[in-house]
């Protein structure tokens, strides 16, 4: 049983002075604000993955490979699926196949954990921010247009904020903004 949902994935890549870094992966919904999974791979664990998948990269290439073969599920998604499979315990996997014509080949797969309930805290709380943040900006574009209208065609204005009143200010615009052109 499974759904087709949007998720959006996150790369980060870390470097530390004298180490190779780490690759993390994090996966969130807009639909579901509360989906959370991340992971992360350091250098030093990269070895074991790379000998049970038998990949033929190495660990600075990761981050590549991931991110194109997430672009082939998102650009060919009737060759190339990403399935996430989560269990209760809070654990996940991401495979990536390829379908053939006869066959399902799995390319990569990669294991996932259920962010903390602090982690998914903070990342609503960001998410929240950033939107109020854009709707601020919005707010303030409006109100700049309004004034340039307000000076420019001050008729234009009055008629906009008065097909605002009604119960259907879309319907008003598109009558008012039809009827000019």
Partial sequence: MGTLEAVK???YLSTQSGSEGT????????SDIFFNYSTSISASAFPS?????KLMVDFS?????LIKTLTQAIQQ?????????MNRAGHARL???QSLEYKFVELLSVDFTRATDEQVRQSIQWRY??????VGGMQAHLQEVNNLVKVKNPSLLLQLQGGSASSSPQRSMGATGASHY
């Avoid at 992966?25 to 807009?30: A, G, I, Q, Y």
């Avoid at 998604?77 to 499979?85: K, N, R, T």
């Fill in 77 to 85: 998604p009737q060759s190339y699926l990403a399935v996430f499979i």
């Fill in 95 to 97: 495979d990536f196949i």
């Fill in 9 to 11: 994935v996150s790369i």
């Fill in 61 to 65: 290439e990761y981050a590549n490979v």
């Fill in 129 to 134: 921010n950033l939107l109020k943040a854009q």
């Fill in 23 to 30: 690759v993390k992966v994090t996966l969130t919904s807009e």
């Fill in 49 to 53: 993955i790379q000998a049970e998948q």
